[in-house]
DNA sequence: GACAATAATATTGTTGGACAATTTTGAGGC
DNA sequence: GCCTCAAAATTGTCCAACAATATTATTGTC
């Protein structure tokens, strides 16, 4: 679950810390649209700069820090023209024609979403995030395509930067997710890929449309 | 057309090189399989070895280059599983039912093609490449998602490597792929996206058919 | 001669300090 | 208040060194 426990403990600094301080940034300890200084992050982590150059650099080409000559790395500020992009290609991979084509387990699929529901019964938001990432990456995961998966990862982390900027996010979208992930977890266990594809596409409008709701009142 | 002319001379010299040793790859000058090393880098361009990790570990995010701690940078060999994966996901992206949604300026796909053909009846392959790379673009670029256009994007990155395992590359796909562009210009021209979709389909499945063929052989 | 263990070498990972290039900040002057 | 220009802060790059790991060569043994 926790990325940092499943990294070896032989693995290198940087990549540790790569691992960490995009935790940070998904935590929001690091706000979006502030910057992130060489030699604060150097002092702090107590590693050279020259580590916290390359780290940098990896979170730049992530996605996950903007990275600007001269002027150094920020958090971006996701705007709701971004979240409509990202739901927009969400739901091209996870709703489209070619999606579930090679229909997922469903026992596995249900596993993941009993642990999900769960996690939201028990408000558990930080761990229902994580296994609702893992539902839908499970599901596109089945078509066996790795870029398609890798794809949908990129898509996920910036959905959570574009979390980052809606400030009163309640749980309830993930209390509807609930139900909208059983609809779909029910036509994998008919078989019914049609029926999962149109059940996925309803749950990613109504995901879309209260994020959106969220960003737009944070900006009055 | 060459991103090194476009790159600001302010650039900063790790950018410089990013794209200078991005294109070598392209070129075949690092060959698949190939080790980068650092020290051999450094001294070859004549910069810090930071410079050359930094932008190791750029082109390691874009998929360029195979990075393993201790072990360094190399050119990943694709395999032809991975070109039919490139395609399947060019397919989503390019012919899928959201494709061409936002019917492209055809005056503008027109203008690409005229100069692709160009390319094409002159022989000159790397114009010819750079302006099918600029053809498909311009199309997924109609629909106005950057994510969508930047995941094309990779996806062209990625089939470039995959080209350089496929030794004997003739041009003949090139030649066909006129015709094919043909079609979807004049899809395009009488505002059928349906055709225009159909007629992609179809040039991919041949460009695919054409590659992995190419690759089959030089594996033997 | 083939094979495993070990030593030597090559390569990457990380540090520290230094200075140049550029941006940002701040202080006057109008 | 706004512009100009110096001061400060920040990033870009270099050098030299050493530690950690991987690769290669060299033994020694059967």
Not at 3 to 17: E, P, V, Y
Not at 78 to 86: F, T
Not at 89 to 101: H, I, T
Request: hydrophobic share 50%; net charge negative.
């Amino acid at each position: 679950m926790d990325a940092l426990h499943a990294l070896d403990h032989r693995a290198t600094i940087t990549q540790r810390l790569a691992v960490q301080i995009s935790q940070r940034i998904f935590a929001g300890d690091y706000p979006p649209g502030g910057a992130l200084r060489e030699v604060e992050l150097a002092a702090h982590y107590d590693v050279s700069r020259h580590v916290i150059r390359e780290v940098l650099r990896t979170l730049a080409a992530d996605g996950l820090v903007d990275y600007a000559s001269f002027r150094g790395a920020r958090v971006p500020v996701l705007s709701i023209a971004d979240a409509r992009d990202i739901y927009r290609a969400r739901r091209l991979v996870e709703s489209g024609d070619e999606a579930m084509s090679v229909l997922p387990d469903a026992s596995l699929i249900g596993g993941i979403h009993r642990k999900f529901a769960k996690a939201v019964k028990a408000a558990d938001w930080e761990l229902a995030f994580d296994l609702d990432v893992a539902f839908h990456e499970a599901i596109v995961g089945a078509a066996g395509s790795a870029r398609m998966s890798a794809w949908l990862a990129g898509l996920l982390k910036d959905l959570r930067l574009a979390h980052l900027v809606a400030p009163s996010f309640n749980g309830q979208a993930f209390i509807d997710s609930v139900a909208q992930h059983g609809e779909i977890v029910a036509a994998l266990e008919a078989n019914d890929a049609a029926r999962a594809r149109k059940a996925m596409k309803r749950h990613l409008d109504a995901a879309e449309c209260a994020l959106i709701e969220d960003m737009a009142r944070s900006q009055n």
